[in-house]
């Protein structure tokens, strides 16, 4: 009996790099060429020379950036600190 596509993995004994030094092979599905074709004519060619590895990197980075000030401020909205009473 063979194994389900998706349960063959291939091994590898090494040892694991610093969280900074792993890099991941990315891929996607279900995405229409159409997207991709309007993302590299009007973002990645003009804002990243054609890279469009440089693009998804510097996006991702941004949106993780923006999602840390949007955290911080809703944080800081819901638990604000007390005014501090003179004495």
Known sequence: MREP????????????????????????????????????????RPYYDGNLNSAIQDLIHKALSEQEFVHSHITHLRNPQEPQQDE
Do not use: G, N, Y
């Open 5 to 44: 596509k998706w349960l063959h993995m291939k091994t590898k004994t090494a040892l694991l790099p610093t969280e900074d030094d792993l890099l991941v092979d990315l891929t996607l599905h279900d995405v229409p060429a159409s997207i991709i074709s309007e993302f590299a004519e009007k973002i990645v």
